[in-house]
């Protein structure tokens, strides 16, 4: 679609109360110091007493050389606006670490996006409550540690979690079919940054054994909802969802095999498109820029 | 498809222990009374232990004097299987009354279908406790009936319907977007015979208000699901479902718009299969034979 | 979702050459001129050489003493930037022509969208080449005109359709399974404002019997596309597209039958989205900001 | 579902003119010789002169032993009603070959499949035009054969392909994105048994560069359709089709990424029913029991 290279291109989020001449200084802004919209999405939740959001998708011909001064210049336009705001640059990748338990399905179509160049990140290791992926993780070179977790040493096992976070300094986390409940802290620390699939189609069959309840209350369609994970079980922000047909022939093993073709897909298009800073939380529901 | 007319057509349903032997006794049977078999379909809860359930329908000529012969030659067959069972003649169409509130969109694709020849009925009547859509019901020669109704006297306004529903010899009664709880002593008296479109994706939103809890809670996809109505509010068996997609742009107001259109055509999915006797309850699951 | 009043609500339809400082110059004469900007959607063919195209919803007070001044002033801007534009007033309502042949699910499914107030839009008139549909829509009010149509009175048949469109002064004509063919000098007429729905999934099967040959060839989805008329026999800009799936069970009569639900939504969605102004024709193609 | 041991498990399948006693024949013929029906699907193409086609499961006990006697006793009954019929022996698992070229996702996603248990087949080796998926294939213990190919080697090359699909005994041939054209000799060796994806919405964009096409038209919904080959290219009996929604914003290289998911999940299904003989091909068109 276009020519311009990538390390030229950034993206800035801003949200703020919501008023009169909020495009018109960004963009004006945006003009002055020589940068091109590429793409550019904004809602507001109520134009007259709610917030505004906006990401811009720009072009700047030598950017890293004009990052401060853009940056700087910014500040005062933020302030007059009482703007939340965040320039993300194409060049600062992303680091993800993929958390699995014995379900791989996710995880190779995450990795399988990765490799294609779908995905705009760096997929620093993958951690494990059981050994069976290693040998297909490490054949892609990427690290892949093994940690047990279960009720009994969550502690430690989020303590080497957290350790390893920090030393791949990883800003997203995806739980592809990571089957442990992560505690408050753990939580805390990567609020908005850890993104969950949850087999059913929410808020239905919150909790655990959605195929085998859905088999129970007999739906005709069974879903998948990524969304982010939140301290209350299974009612974080829901970023995407999507759904497949069944029908009384499915038993649970049939609708767990259909089943796993929508978590794969619905998983993979919420983490590409977090990574492009098309999600934005607010109020425990998600904006998504597409 | 076939120049078989519709006066020598029967559909036979059949529910039984599964065994050996069923299918042969069965069409071997219509083999010797001249019965052709036009279509045919069956399912096993379980081949070992389970039920057996089996919808066939059959071209016979003269099927209306071979009519009395062929269900006294069954009964042998039927004690022989333990067998539940019914003969669903094409001349025996169903007749419908249609149940609604206010929201009259859900009649309408009813009566629409209906009129195009896609619904095997007949309309003997509309009951609404509201008059609004008298004009538009008497308008295509369908009797109106407006019965108040609401918790203080729903006992009088039951009595009345069921007085309507004995006058015009209901078969099937289907709530098209109607308001009221019903009692059990109601429901008892045409189980498996009252088909309700709930607006949404259940067990997602159970209840009142699901397009206002659906937007409180973020979802991505909005869903409608035709359910029969048994004493468990929203908790009958499923026939049908669908879904649309929505995004964050969309208020409560736009949800019930979109929604609209999904109820509409789930509930005429699921009284169209309804009619055609492809429906059968088993353990508040239903089988739906397509 | 808002409080603004329809009264002062506006649409700016923009599309000129890319450039650096549209969006910019755009939102600060909005800015200047009191105009709060309620939606925004803007797009790129190619952000180097391309054309920019823009949609803004804004809100103003008092519009309607302002608008000559808005219109004015825009216009210095507008040649800065060798803009084609357009102001679109929210009590400028569409006036809309009807045509349809012998089935009526099309044009049924328009007249109760806008009964629903979904359609944004005066429905002036109905146009049929029979008389079938006269009590129907006589009966909501809209006047109906039977003009017989074929080969031979092609041209007689045109006059008198585009007499009435003055005469009713039509904005968008909407073919609802007009079965016609309209001459050059007609379509010409009425440019990028003539839709239509074909009954297959674009480019498959172009012209005639699209259902008996997609029967013939056995395919195992059926579709209808909405477009815009050209002179080029279903070759015009797709507004937009659907399908339902069929399998082998399906005759033609059945896949006409499951078509007709295609058709109806996709001419629905087609129309609503012309009526907001959300579709921009551009080199055989078009843009929907939706 | 069932704990029937898939060693006793056998698929009948049958086609004939259709007459009155087929059904009855052989589900007596199944009683008699032990044989109890486990799923069943029948379709008549017209029930007065048309063929008519049946699948049948069925489970019965020392079949092995049993397997000669019931082919034996078949044929009587085979003749009287003048059946083509094939007994499909669980424990007879189709040998497949898939072929590629440089796009690796389809052939990934029938591997994945493959490897979760959900196709019933061996994959006995991987034939590519090109040598780049080597490793992948290899790693997963599957042969692969690289034999270039291209217009002036065709010969050649078939010649070597034929040596191997003999060497490997195979039943099925998958073609996962192989592009190149084969010979009519090679097609009529496998007729009905070499199983294509082809990257459009089919019979829109016949032929080569069907996205580039696709961008060209302005089509709203991209599709994958996987067909039997036959020398008429792209025409063959189509067995699944699929689409996915675009946009105005979309190019030709998001078509292709996005057109990637629909290609390898309407392939991997084409398969699936193609190796549970549940495809059955009667006039250019596919019979598919799902």
Known sequence: MTTYSKDNRCRLLVQCPDGPGIVSAISTFLLEHGANIIESNQYSSDPEHGTFFM?????????DD????????????????SMEYRF?????????????SKDSH????????WQSGDLE????????????????????????????????????????????????????????RYMQI?????????????????????PAFVGAKPYERAYE???????ATSHYVTNELDEGPIIEQDIERVDHRDHVADLKKIGRKVERRV????????????????????????
Chains 1, 2, 3, 4 share one sequence.
């Open 267 to 290: 998983l993979a298009r919420a983490v590409k498109w977090h990574l492009e800073d098309r999600v934005i939380v607010e109020d425990n529901k998600t904006i998504v820029f597409r």
């Open 217 to 223: 209350r007999g739906v005709k369609l069974i879903g």
């Open 121 to 176: 990140t760096d997929i620093t290791c993958v951690i494990s409550n059981h050994d069976d992926a290693r040998e297909l993780v490490e054949s892609m070179g990427i690290p892949f540690h093994h940690i047990p977790a279960n009720k009994d040493i969550r502690q430690q096992a989020e303590a080497e979690q957290i350790r390893l976070m920090e030393e791949y300094d990883v800003d997203v986390l995806v739980l592809a």
């Open 55 to 63: 990401r811009i998708e720009f072009y700047c011909a030598d950017l």
């Open 182 to 202: 992560l505690t408050p802290d753990f939580v805390a620390r990567f609020q908005d940054r850890i993104i969950n699939i949850h087999h059913s189609f929410l």
């Open 106 to 113: 996710c995880l190779l179509e995450l990795l399988w996006e």
């Open 88 to 100: 993300a640059y194409h060049w600062e990748t992303k680091r993800t670490a993929i958390f699995v």
């Open 66 to 81: 004009k990052r401060s001064a853009l940056e700087s210049d910014f500040i005062q336009l933020a302030e007059r606006f």
